[in-house]
């Protein structure tokens, strides 16, 4: 899973800088940082209030965070069929302002 780069990527489409974003999160931009690089794990509040101010559902933020190696092999040829029709849905659902 890469929460961080999740993050980082919605934050820089809404032209966020890590500073105005931590702020109205009540965070340090270090800390941030350190989230965006996967280099800590922040709470679940501090994901929430973090889905909140980039206006992203939480269950998306997760779903966009998805690696390869978070999908059991077992899986990996459904998920293969289906990802990218699901990211497409998503982006179009929630990202579409940001992604034209």
Do not use: W
């Amino acid at each position: 899973m890469n929460l961080g780069e999740a993050i980082k990527t919605h934050r820089k489409k809404l032209g966020l800088s890590q500073g105005d974003l931590a702020q109205s999160c009540d965070i340090t931009q270090s800390y941030l940082s350190m989230i965006e690089k996967n280099k800590k794990e922040p709470n679940l509040s501090t994901l929430k209030v973090l889905s909140e101010k980039l206006n992203i559902p939480l269950p998306v933020l997760f779903f966009k965070s998805l690696d390869d190696a978070d999908i059991p092999e077992s899986k990996k040829e459904a998920y293969g069929v289906v990802s990218e029709s699901l990211n497409n849905l998503v982006n179009s659902l929630f990202f579409a302002e940001n992604y034209d």
